[in-house]
């Protein structure tokens, strides 16, 4: 069959797919007074239609900051305006100011879920269709398959489509941007990918990486000459983009101070509910919280989170090639995922992602790290009533990869990589079974998290921790991440140049 | 005589599409069910809670059982099992119950039952000529196994609307002598009984012993024993049989199916349309337009001579008797039969009366068997399943299911144009100019019909006519498809090899 049919049956089953999740519950369905991200959506499409832009993120009486007020970046502002555009010709009543909180109809469900499709379609998709297309190796096969796995991440659909949230479009503008510097054009991905940052600020987990890429690859090009030059019309293009962005709050100083004071609420503290990050982890054992005051909780977050990023940084900025640049992401990801302040749980999405973007030669490892990416997020998932979805999609993702990666002949690469620990083992433990091992470490993480699964929903927890199953997700989760980072870690640091040929590397 | 080459060993694409289409229907539990739903609710509490002999007498609810005894048998087996999902669905007068628990059942029983399909597909599979070291996408099982398994209207009728069609499909595609079985479970099957009985009549009943007719003769009668049994010994054999032929019903249905009797509406409407314009005919003496309602009621035609049920049996009856003279004379092996039942089909769907626009299905089904064995077969096959499929798309009308069922067909299309143009490379195209552009007309047709034209005013006055168009256009496409079956039916000649079928 020809390339084009099969990529368009990959985009049509994974339209279907979201579709078809999105018949299901989103977050907060029904629950007054607060609802959720849901209502916090279409809070903020009322918001901006019916207030005056220098409103928008203080606290007035029109604009109560408690209930849901806005905390993502101007771009994400301007697209709910755009959408309360839509809704208001559809049915004025759904962005009423004040009138409409707490809105639920089906029709209004329709339309927010239509709102989500459109983007995806408009964003997300066609730069995942152009990535496997231009940047996966392998047989014309190999990247349809890729394609497929990556439109069919249980992770985003259900985060999108049931949660209810725009990853796609921060995810699709980051993307994008990777598209770009891929294939050279430097401008075009930095303008991308700075949409994305003013879009959502998590994409500040991925600008290391991107600054170091530039950087090094300037620095290449020698900074006295055309390096300079690059990097000159690098940081131009940032900063007038930045300032089209903002610019509607520029007129005051006060704006933007406290648009960043929504975007960055130190004062939340350093984790809020259940997150398979260290801090929460730690939590269960020292109640760090309490312990330590506030100062010395954001200096040690960032402390850690600087330590563990700075080796893959400066590996990229020594050697910038398109390899390097995607494991950065993944390692400086997980990094700010693990050790950063006020991290959600959907935050793993943004590691996955890049995980998912590392192509088929880590395919075993990567299905892997994707489905416990995903199992992290049960306890989210359940309480939004998306069980059935979580249960059916994982499974549907967990037998594909596993069918596509029997059925496309896993070659030797996978051996590449696992020499990588046996290289580290040989030297203190020569006699172990390195295969054996991992396949049963394998096997055993997926039995513990299906047992886990299984007793989140279906068990009472005991009434002296009726936190329980969420807590060990979480800890079981973030034993795997930190297993991850380490690994990622020395497979960017410990590889050798690789042999392939680099596509549009310059 | 050439045998079928062996499949090869690696069968796990098989179960990949299987568990694929499997998790698919999973998500769509949500989705919009129709009244079905509640039909097969309905008849899970009564075969449940009722003693047999009430039956087909029970009628607290609207949709009273009109199916034949197999199948009622087959709710009542059911009915045990839904005990441990929720009982309150099993209770009668517990009218359009739909707990999460009872859909659940109800669409997991359809996912399960099936399996059975499943199988059905698989040894069929092993049936088909197989070019050794051709490339998966390209294999002739493989496309099989997506244009059976992924059927679109398949998935829209059984796993959206709500019906038990892939269930039933196994026994009609496997079993070749349980066209019986088939006509005790869903008497649709009578459309495709007479290709049954005139091939199983020519191939084995005269040509071979009298032992295989007397066996065969067994199983029919028992089987009929078993199932009516109950209901002649209770001396209720003519209420069975009137609440499974209601021809109270009117010429068509509700939507009308695009057969013969869709494009004679249209003729009958445009004549009286003309009528009145040129002063031929009084419009106080037309009955009222009651055709384009969307009620299932008796009506009259205007201008042509009203059509009968007896009429409309002659002339099913007359369409499909010189393919029955064909098989009779000449049987071309299983390929011959095939094709002789997709015409008994297709020739019941076209002059049948009160059609469901479903029965489409059971043309389009058997004729993807044929589809990848021969470029001819597979160019009617693709005229027939889109605009088949398309026809199915005023099932489902909520805005909610509209992305699926755009984004399913549009799947289905795909896969099927493209493998088929694969399999058949060589021989030019698939499909001639004329046939292209019609079926690409088909997308106007939807835009204008889902999206134009609720937004005009004639959408309060001629609410059905929508309907109209899309039954009108596809009857075209149905009736080209017809003749062009019947077309290669009588000019083909006999094959040198006979592949045999089981």
């Not at chain 1, 509607?248 to 130190?266: E, G, T």
């Not at chain 2, 004379?329 to 626009?357: D, K």
Request: charged fraction near 15%; include cysteine; hydrophobic fraction near 50%.
């Amino acid at each position: 069959m020809e390339n084009w049919s099969l990529f368009s049956l990959c985009v049509l089953l994974g339209l279907t797919s979201r579709w078809a999740v999105s018949f299901h519950s989103y977050s907060g369905a029904g629950k007054p007074p607060m609802f959720g991200d849901y209502e916090a959506q279409r809070h903020w499409q009322e918001v901006t239609y019916n207030l005056p832009v220098h409103e928008w993120y203080f606290n007035t009486t029109n604009n109560d900051l408690n209930y849901w007020g806005l905390d993502y970046p101007p771009l994400t502002a301007y697209h709910s305006l755009v959408c309360a555009y839509v809704a208001k010709l559809l049915n004025p009543e759904w962005v009423e100011l004040h009138a409409s909180r707490g809105y639920e109809s089906h029709s209004h469900k329709l339309f927010m879920r239509a709102t989500v499709l459109f983007t995806d379609i408009l964003i997300y998709i066609p730069a995942v269709l152009l990535y496997c297309f231009y940047f996966c190796d392998g047989s014309s096969k190999q990247k349809v398959a890729t394609a497929l796995c990556i439109l069919l991440y249980p992770g985003l659909i259900l985060i999108d489509y049931g949660h209810f949230q725009y990853n796609s479009v921060s995810l699709g503008l980051a993307l994008w941007g990777i598209l770009g510097l891929g294939l050279g054009w430097d401008l075009f991905g930095s303008l991308a990918f700075t949409l994305a940052l003013n879009y959502k600020q998590m994409e500040l987990y991925h600008s290391l990486p991107f600054f170091c890429y530039l950087l090094g690859k300037c620095i290449k090009q020698g900074l006295t000459r055309r390096g300079f030059f690059q990097l000159a019309k690098i940081s131009l293009t940032v900063l007038v983009t930045f300032a089209l962005c903002w610019m509607p709050f520029l007129s005051d100083p006060k704006q933007p101070l406290q648009v960043l004071h929504r975007l960055f609420p130190f004062g939340r503290g350093l984790f809020e509910d259940k997150v398979a990050n260290t801090w929460c982890s730690l939590n269960v054992l020292i109640k760090i919280k309490t312990l330590l005051s506030r100062e010395t909780q954001l200096f040690l977050s960032f402390a850690l989170t600087l330590l563990f990023i700075l080796p893959s940084s400066l590996k990229l900025l020594s050697k910038p090639n398109l390899w390097q640049f995607k494991l950065a992401l993944v390692n400086s990801s997980l990094a700010f995922f693990l050790f950063s302040f006020q991290v959600h749980e959907k935050s793993i999405l943004l590691a996955a992602f890049y995980c998912t973007h590392l192509g088929f030669c880590l395919f075993l490892r990567l299905m892997f790290f994707l489905f416990v990416f995903f199992h992290s997020m049960l306890p989210l998932l359940v309480k939004d009533g998306l069980l059935l979805p979580y249960v059916v999609t994982s499974l549907a993702f967990l037998f594909l990869s596993l069918y596509l990666l029997s059925a496309l002949e896993r070659s030797t690469e996978e051996e590449l990589r696992l020499g990588l620990y046996r290289k580290l083992t040989q030297r203190w433990l020569p006699k172990l079974n390195l295969s054996r091992i991992i396949k049963w470490k394998f096997w055993f993480s997926l039995v513990a998290m299906a047992v886990l699964s299984f007793t989140s929903v279906w068990l009472e927890p005991p009434a002296k921790f009726p936190d329980l199953f969420p807590v060990l997700v979480s800890i079981l989760s973030f034993l795997h991440f930190l297993g991850f980072i380490i690994y990622f870690n020395l497979v960017q640091l410990m590889e050798p140049q690789r042999k392939k040929s680099q596509k549009k590397t310059n | 005589t050439v045998m079928a080459a062996p499949m090869t060993n690696d069968q796990s694409w098989f179960y990949a599409l299987a568990l694929g289409v499997s998790f698919l229907k999973c998500l769509l539990i949500n989705a919009y069910h129709s009244t079905d739903f509640e039909v097969h609710r309905n008849w899970l509490a009564l075969t449940h809670s009722l003693p047999v002999s009430q039956w087909y007498y029970e009628a607290t609810s609207e949709w009273t059982l009109d199916y034949p005894p197999l199948f009622a048998w087959f709710e009542y087996g059911l009915s045990h099992i839904a005990c441990f999902f929720d009982k309150e669905m099993l209770v009668v007068p517990n009218l359009n119950y739909a707990s999460p628990a009872t859909v659940l059942f109800q669409r997991l029983s359809v996912i399960v039952a099936d399996v059975v399909f499943f199988y059905a597909v698989k040894e069929c599979c092993k049936c088909l000529r197989e070019d050794k070291g051709k490339d998966l996408l390209g294999k002739p099982s493989f496309i099989l196994t997506g244009l059976l398994l992924w059927n679109f209207g398949l998935l829209i009728v059984d796993h959206i609307h709500f019906q038990y069609n892939g269930f039933l499909k196994f026994i009609g595609i496997y079993f070749v002598c349980v066209c019986v079985l088939l006509l005790n479970l869903k008497h649709i099957y009578l459309y495709i009984a007479p290709a049954y009985g005139i091939y199983l009549l020519r191939c084995f009943c005269f040509t071979q012993s009298n032992a295989v007719l007397v066996t065969l003769g067994t199983i029919v009668l028992s089987t009929f024993a078993v199932s009516f049994g109950p209901f002649i010994a209770l001396g209720q054999l003519p209420q069975v049989l009137s609440r499974l032929f209601p021809f109270k019903r009117g010429l068509c249905h509700a939507y009308w199916a695009p057969n013969i009797w869709a494009l004679y509406n249209i003729a009958d409407k445009a004549f009286s349309i003309l009528g009145v314009k040129f002063r031929l005919l009084d419009i106080n003496k037309l009955p009222k337009a009651s055709m384009t309602g969307g009620l299932v009621q008796e009506f009259q035609h205007s201008v042509l001579p009203s059509v009968s049920p007896l009429a409309t049996l002659v002339c099913t009856l007359l369409s499909i008797l010189p393919a029955l003279f064909k098989i009779w004379h000449r049987p071309n092996g299983a390929r011959g039969f095939l094709r002789c039942l997709v015409i008994c089909a297709l020739g019941s769907f076209m002059f049948g009366w009160h059609v469901h626009e479903k029965a489409i299905l059971m043309a389009i089904l058997p004729l993807s068997l044929l589809a990848v064995d021969s470029r001819k077969d597979a160019g009617i096959f693709l005229m027939l399943s889109v605009t088949g499929h398309y026809s199915l798309f005023p099932l489902l009308f909520t805005t909610q299911e509209l992305p699926i069922k755009i984004f399913l067909m549009l799947l289905f299309t795909i896969f099927s144009l493209a493998s088929l143009k694969t399999l058949f490379r060589k021989g030019g195209a698939l499909l001639n100019p004329l046939e292209v552009t019609y079926l690409l007309g088909l997308i106007p047709l939807e835009l204008i019909c889902e999206f134009v034209y609720p937004l005009t005013v004639w959408q309060k006055t001629f609410p059905f006519l929508p309907l109209m168009l899309t039954s009108v256009y596809c009857a075209l496409g149905v009736t080209y498809a017809f003749i062009r079956l019947y077309n290669s039916l009588l000019t083909c000649s006999d094959t040198t090899k006979k592949t045999k079928m089981q």
